[in-house]
């Protein structure tokens, strides 16, 4: 299945691009994510976590950031997991661009996401995973703009790298930030539950 999301980034694009690609910064920020390992360039290992009622489903894999283009700032996300107990496989290709929008950034990610074994059942609704896609998507946006803001207040911008060379700031080491808290699953009952009344806002929005 194919869906889109976006979001916006509180810092002009040339800002923004380098930000954005220094995964092991702003991995802290992605709902019910951790980064484990980082394998070589633009190559990471981790794991992520859902809960549904009593069913957790723990994934863990790797990703690459390929096909970086940094004079058009676009570039491809290739990840790929496997459920911790056997329930099934996960594989995405997400492609995402920034464009300047009013007062910042507005990244748009289009991923094409298969779902293979058990897992698969959560993907029969192809409208209700895009939903909890935007509801993920947002609560990431609102972490990166709290840990955008939190750094500025204390004199540390995430962007003191990038001003110079771009491309030395992705490859540099970079701390996570330790104010972050350890990653928790993340609740499918509160995403299902945002993402239902997301979708009807919608059905009556049109039906008016």
């Known amino acids: 299945m194919q869906f889109d999301v976006s979001f916006t980034v509180p810092m002009p694009p040339e800002q923004a691009w380098p930000l954005l690609l220094d995964v092991r910064r702003i991995a802290p920020c992605l709902p019910g994510a951790e980064l ?118 204390n004199a540390a911008p995430l962007v003191a790298r990038a001003e110079a060379d771009p491309a030395a700031a992705i490859a540099a080491p970079s701390a996570i930030p330790a104010a972050m808290p350890a990653p928790q699953a993340v609740s499918g009952i509160s995403l299902l539950w945002a993402a239902l009344r997301a979708m009807l806002a919608r059905w009556f929005g049109r039906a008016a």
């Open 36 to 153: 484990t390992d980082v394998l070589g360039e633009n190559r990471y290992k981790g794991r992520a976590r859902v809960k549904v009622g009593p069913i957790e489903l723990s994934f863990a894999g790797e990703a690459e950031l390929r096909d970086i283009d940094h004079a058009a700032r676009t570039a491809m996300v290739v990840a790929r997991g496997a459920e911790g107990k056997g329930r099934g496989n996960a594989a995405a290709n997400v492609q995402f661009k920034l464009e300047p929008d009013a007062g910042g950034t507005k990244v748009i990610a289009v991923t094409d996401l298969q779902l293979v074994g058990a897992v698969a059942q959560y993907g029969r609704g192809a409208g209700l995973i895009k939903e909890i896609a935007n509801q993920l998507t947002q609560q990431f946006a609102r972490n990166l703009q709290a840990a955008i803001a939190a750094e500025q207040q």
